[in-house]
């Protein structure tokens, strides 16, 4: 990534478009992984495979990272009833699967995996638990926080 080349507008959606090009560059080097091998180099030398898809992950990260401030701002969970609409608003509390099974009194699976695989939300009293990745992301309801 060269600074100099990266977006003018810091603003969202200049972010999401930042995000998608540097996803695709980091598409095109896991082909150029497939294809070649992951030591295979280009003919006139350098980086190997490896070393450009590490790269171009780096690359991947700092966008996303760039991006998340501005997405948390505007992260929710909407849920209708009937007419009505209740959001439910992103907080910055991440647990793990362990730590919420311990927090809701989960008997009923063996281990976290199980867990994971059949929930994506999970409600309490004050909002709701949403998996991201394997840990789990708490959007509270600001009438009772």
Request: hydrophobic content about 35%; glycine content about 6%.
């Amino acid at each position: 990534m060269n600074p100099k080349l990266l977006p003018a507008n810091d603003d969202l959606p200049g972010q999401i478009s930042r995000i998608v090009e540097e996803a695709g560059e980091t598409l095109q080097a896991i082909g150029k992984v497939e294809r070649f091998g992951i030591q295979s180099y280009h003919p006139a030398g350098g980086q190997n495979n490896a070393a450009h898809l590490l790269s171009e992950l780096a690359d991947l990260r700092h966008a996303i990272s760039a991006a998340e401030q501005n997405l948390t701002d505007h992260a929710k969970i909407i849920l209708l009833h009937g007419d009505q609409k209740h959001e439910l608003h992103w907080t910055s509390t991440l647990i793990t699967t362990r730590e919420l099974r311990d927090l809701i009194g989960d008997e009923d699976h063996d281990n976290d995996n199980d867990f994971n695989a059949e929930h994506k939300a999970i409600a309490v009293c004050a909002g709701q638990w949403h998996r991201e990745g394997l840990e789990w992301r708490f959007y509270v309801d600001p009438e009772l926080d």
